[in-house]
């Protein structure tokens, strides 16, 4: 939308002032794009997490089940570490 008012602001405005505005619409853009990926990729991540987590809680249930029907042996402590 180009300014009313005097020829010099309309001028301005027709020389300089619509390319920067453009300009800032488009970096706006871009930037609302990768934030938008940047949260569904750490969604994705999170719900990996969920899911190894319930995994995890599955596979302690049955490890402590099974060491109870040994006759309470003791429990193993395992620790994973993931790099990367």
Do not use: C, N, W
């Not at 706006?28 to 987590?53: E, F, K, P, Y």
């Amino acid at each position: 939308m180009a300014p009313a008012g005097p020829p010099e602001v309309l001028l301005r405005f027709i020389e300089v002032e619509q390319y920067r505005a453009a300009r800032e619409d488009k970096l706006t853009a871009t930037h609302a794009s990768r934030m938008r990926g940047l949260i569904a990729g750490a969604a994705r991540v999170a719900s990996t997490a969920r899911q190894d987590a319930a995994l995890g809680a599955k596979v302690a249930a049955e490890a402590r089940e099974a060491a109870e029907g040994v006759g309470g042996a003791p429990t193993v402590l395992l620790e994973l570490r993931v790099t990367g």
